[in-house]
């Protein structure tokens, strides 16, 4: 877990470093630097990384994303793999993220570019209560009927009529007050 932080303080580094001086917050002297690190030996990814950091040119990137901007972390690391700057796998070892999040990202980078990581998601509409089958279910309903009946005559699930009821996307017909009766 160690080396993984390590790898992720060097990109994060490095980023900072390509950014320009104005976003470095500190600067190390070399004579500063561990005597453990002097004598480790860099994984494959980071020989990878410090190389696309030199050549690859970015051009929508922001100037630094947040610790909690993923989409930008997706972005930037599938483009990484995408232009054979890094595999996969390093992504996966060096920040310590699940493979398959990994490939979707990259997957996404293929398909939709650097725009697809900052779309709004899709969703999927009413399959079943459609605006044409919800206004049929308010007249069956104002007209008498029950909930079992107009789901049967309109082939829906009892079910779902009753939580669009719940939710009030079908509107029931409200209830007829009866007058108090006097005494």
Known sequence: MRSHRRYALVLF????????????????????ISKDTQDARPEPAIPAI??????????????AHGEKDIATFRMITSQFCVSGYA??????????????????????????GTKGFYLPRMTR?????????????????????????VAETLGLKLNTLQKAIRAGR??????????????
């Open 170 to 183: 079908v509107r029931r017909p409200a209830k007829k007050k009866s007058p108090p009766q006097r005494r």
């Open 125 to 149: 509409g009413a399959a079943v209560l459609t605006a044409s089958v919800v206004a049929r279910s308010e007249e069956l309903l104002a007209a008498g009927g029950g909930e079992a009946e």
């Open 87 to 112: 595999r996969q796998s390093d992504i996966i070892r060096a920040f310590g993220v699940t493979s398959i999040s990994v490939k979707r990202s990259v997957k996404l980078y293929r398909e939709k």
């Open 50 to 63: 410090i190389k696309a950091f030199e050549t690859f040119e970015v051009v929508a990137m922001p100037a």
């Open 13 to 32: 580094a490095l980023t900072l470093n390509s950014l320009g001086p104005r976003f470095c917050t500190a600067q190390v002297p070399a004579n500063s």
